[in-house]
């Protein structure tokens, strides 16, 4: 089973401010997918990443998935109070593995206004 | 589109006693999950379903711990007898399962869960 760690696992910040979130394993994603939990909610995909290298945005989000496709970082740029929930990780292995999809313990940020 | 249900949304019982969980997946979605994901925590995967067949339990506490989906669509997840390390969100999923590695489109989509507490 392919570990994934995320750091860090607490993050307290004020409106405005930027952050960076990691998603790190020993062993080379096939793809990995980064989701937001709000509390009481189920996670929501935000989005998946499958080349080494790849940078993706979505507005005030940055994700970008490590060359040798070992790790991942999502940026936040000036949270808003929106932005807070729990910012987990999730890798499938590749096909024809075992069928397992597998979450990090995930990384709460809390901002405040 | 109408998104995963679950019910209920809370529960409260006592240890020893049994619970059921209850979801109805995206229409046309082939793959439903169920995790536990107790506080702190991300979600673990308890089991997956592929239509009304088992692809995996291997993580589910099976002397306690059942799940059906019989005629592959909705699912319910039964707790007998329940321990006070059972309390935990319990989150369903459904995917369509596009086999396409470079698709984006095998994400799954959630349910809001069921919040159980065994006290």
């Known amino acids: 089973t392919q570990l994934l760690e995320q750091s860090p696992q607490f993050l307290s910040i004020q409106e405005g401010e930027n952050l960076t979130v990691y998603c790190n394993s020993s062993?080379?994603?096939?793809?990995l997918q980064w989701y937001r939990q709000e509390p009481g909610e189920g996670p929501v995909l935000l989005v998946t990443?499958?080349?080494?290298?790849e940078v993706k945005k979505l507005k005030r989000l940055t994700f970008q998935f490590g060359d040798a496709r070992k790790d991942s970082s999502l940026h936040i740029t000036a949270a808003q109070t929106g932005d807070t929930g729990l910012y987990l990780c999730?890798?499938?292995?590749?096909?024809?593995?075992?069928?397992?999809?597998?979450f990090g313990r995930g990384t709460s940020l809390i901002v405040h206004p | 589109e109408a998104g995963v249900a679950q019910s209920p949304r809370y529960k409260i019982i006592e240890k020893r006693q049994s619970v059921a969980f209850w979801c109805n997946p995206i229409?046309?979605?082939?793959?439903l999950y169920w995790y536990q994901q107790i506080l702190g925590q991300g979600p673990k995967l308890l089991i997956q379903?592929?239509?009304?067949?088992?692809?995996?339990d291997s993580q589910l506490p099976k002397d306690r711990f059942s799940a059906e989906r019989l005629k592959g669509v909705d699912s319910t997840l039964k707790i007998q007898p329940a321990k006070l390390e059972d309390s935990a969100v319990y989150l369903c999923?459904?995917?369509?399962?596009?086999?396409?590695?470079?698709?984006?489109?095998?994400?799954?989509?959630f349910g809001s869960g069921t919040r159980l507490t065994v006290v």
């Open positions: 999730a890798h499938r292995p590749p096909l024809g593995g075992s069928y397992i999809p597998t």
């Open positions: 062993s080379v994603f096939s793809s």
């Open positions: 379903f592929q239509n009304n067949g088992v692809v995996d």
């Open positions: 999923a459904s995917s369509l399962e596009i086999r396409d590695k470079f698709s984006q489109s095998y994400g799954y989509t």
């Open positions: 229409s046309g979605h082939a793959t």
């Open positions: 990443v499958v080349t080494g290298g």
